[in-house]
């Protein structure tokens, strides 16, 4: 790895640890309601193997796709940059006495042997990505002949004057009802410069990363009934700014 990677990868965990206190709390990010996490579930039994599985999770944040394929039976490894990151999923499986392995590494290059893994699963991580094509090849790389890749991830903040205007409708709001102004814990313009998706990976991008791998079987979801219920929890202030664009790319390995 060049020293500017190895640099860039530094700032990037620094970035996720000082995200980790609040990341939950986050529109779309913590899984607020037991509807939301059966809709998830819901959706995952639907596309994957039969059996107890073997699961990465690559990019695992705070633990919370991870604890779902526990939740169902499957046997999850859970591997993010950010050691607080890590350190919140820890507490969280503790509490829950649920067996999950959580490993300090780099999501681009998991430190596995070769078909290890039955499924990868990654949320809100390919557009934080410096090489998502590496990454890409390397999870096809850890899965087991016939496992699954399955990478959800959308387009988030483009900048837009709408998106932007939104963005102060709610923050003034937040600003008179909690007396605070919400701070923006995004990656800093070194870094985004860097990202060839730093505002969201569209599904075309994706699928390509996957067809240029040899996955088959591709998938193109979208997220709007999960998106849905997950508006409904929200806080007036919250729902006028939450407008996402998610999508689930899945693909088989041949």
């Known amino acids: 790895m060049a020293i500017q990677d190895k640099q860039m990868k530094l700032d990037i965990a620094h970035v996720w640890d000082i995200s980790s206190a609040t990341y939950d709390n986050k529109e779309g990010h913590g899984i607020q309601s037991e509807i939301e996490k059966e809709a998830w579930k819901t959706l995952f039994r639907s596309l994957l193997p039969s059996g107890r599985l073997e699961v990465l999770d690559a990019g695992c944040g705070t633990g919370e796709i991870g604890l779902l394929f526990t939740e169902m039976g499957h046997h999850v490894t859970g591997l993010d940059l950010s050691e607080q990151m890590l350190a919140k999923a820890r507490e969280k499986t503790s509490r829950k006495k649920y067996d999950i392995n959580f490993r300090a590494g780099d999501a681009e290059n998991p430190p596995f042997e070769a078909e290890t893994f039955d499924v990868v699963v990654t949320r809100h991580l390919l557009w934080t990505l410096p090489h998502p094509d590496t990454a890409v090849r390397n999870w ?41 102004y919400p701070g923006r814990k995004q990656y800093p313009d070194e870094i985004k410069t860097e990202l060839p998706n730093p505002y969201g990976v569209p599904p075309k991008k994706t699928i390509e990363y996957f067809r240029k791998t040899g996955f088959k079987n591709i998938k193109d979801l979208d997220l709007k009934e999960i998106s849905k219920i997950q508006k409904e929890k929200m806080s007036f202030r919250k729902r006028i700014v939450f407008k996402p664009q998610s999508h689930l790319i899945y693909g088989e390995k041949v």
């Open 140 to 180: 096809e790389k850890v899965l087991r002949k016939g496992g699954v890749l399955i990478v959800i991830d959308g387009l988030y903040n483009g900048g837009s004057i709408e998106r932007k205007t939104r963005q102060f409708i709610s923050d003034f709001l937040t600003f008179l009802v909690e007396r605070r």
